[in-house]
């Protein structure tokens, strides 16, 4: 009897799992991706924001399935060739092809061309059925997130809304103090009314603190739960889209 109990159980968490799959394959398919981060050796780099980039967003993505291949696009463009979706949220590839030309304008000094070679780390394909890893979570009501992960563990992270040029109103907004103790006030004056969203992120990498759905002009942030150290705080307007980025130190 415990048999016969147990083999539709089992047979039930997985056909739940291969949905589960499915979905993630369709969403990562469905969607186009602009790049957010990469984390490298577990140090994160931020993707730049800046008019150059907008421009290219306006009719490239940056992260783009179709027949069978995988676009990228960040100053040149790859395409990952020969992709094939396997069991358990993963991908191969058979080889990576790259043009020689490089876009973007160093003298502007925006860090495009210092963030692509950071970009098209993460994708480096060393031999035919390189796997990759990917997952798809929601990020607000409108946002998705794309995780994709190499075998050395290196991660590249993207939204399924661009990155949009920081608007003059939150590049107005201004964080004191910095160094911070223990609480942090975000002078949102210039910024229409809107639930925003702030995300703290270690040098790693990793989110360790997010405040969500703040709609006052002037904010203060309890930081007593950081320890001592550098951070990135990340500011989110009420769509999901990345609208100022900030170092922060606690002390």
């Known amino acids: 009897m415990i048999k016969k109990l147990l083999y539709p159980l089992i047979l039930s968490v997985a056909m739940s799992f291969n949905s589960v799959a499915q979905t993630q394959q369709v969403e990562l398919m469905n969607n186009e991706w602009y790049v957010h981060k990469v984390v490298l050796s577990g140090v994160e780099h931020l993707a730049p924001i800046n008019q150059e980039r907008a421009n290219w967003q306006v009719n490239t993505s940056e992260f783009l399935f179709n027949a069978g291949a995988i676009y990228l696009y960040f100053c040149t463009s790859c395409t990952l060739q020969g992709i094939n979706f396997l069991p358990n949220n993963e991908f191969n590839v058979d080889d990576m092809v790259c043009l020689a030309m490089n876009d973007c304008n160093s003298q502007l000094g925006n860090g495009n061309t210092d963030f692509l070679g950071k970009y098209y780390d993460v994708f480096q394909v060393n031999q035919p059925g390189t796997v990759f890893q990917y997952e798809v979570t929601n990020v607000g009501s409108s946002t998705k997130q794309l995780k994709i992960t190499n075998a050395n563990g290196d991660e590249a992270y993207f939204y399924s809304s661009k990155l949009?040029?920081?608007?003059?109103?939150?590049?107005?907004?201004?964080?004191?103090?910095?160094?911070?103790?223990?609480?942090?006030?975000?002078?949102?004056?210039?910024?229409?009314?809107?639930?925003?969203?702030?995300?703290?992120?270690?040098?790693?990498?990793?989110?360790?603190?997010?405040?969500?759905?703040?709609?006052?002009?002037?904010?203060?942030?309890?930081?007593?739960?950081?320890?001592?150290?550098?951070?990135?705080?990340?500011?989110?307007?009420?769509?999901?889209?990345?609208?100022?980025?900030?170092?922060?130190?606690?002390?």
């Open 164 to 251: 949009s040029v920081t608007t003059k109103e939150f590049s107005k907004v201004t964080l004191f103090p910095n160094p911070v103790e223990s609480s942090l006030n975000i002078n949102l004056e210039s910024v229409p009314e809107m639930n925003c969203k702030f995300i703290f992120y270690d040098i790693s990498g990793k989110q360790v603190k997010a405040v969500e759905h703040l709609s006052a002009k002037t904010i203060s942030i309890d930081t007593n739960d950081l320890q001592n150290g550098v951070y990135i705080l990340t500011i989110l307007n009420d769509k999901g889209i990345v609208q100022k980025t900030e170092k922060i130190i606690k002390k």
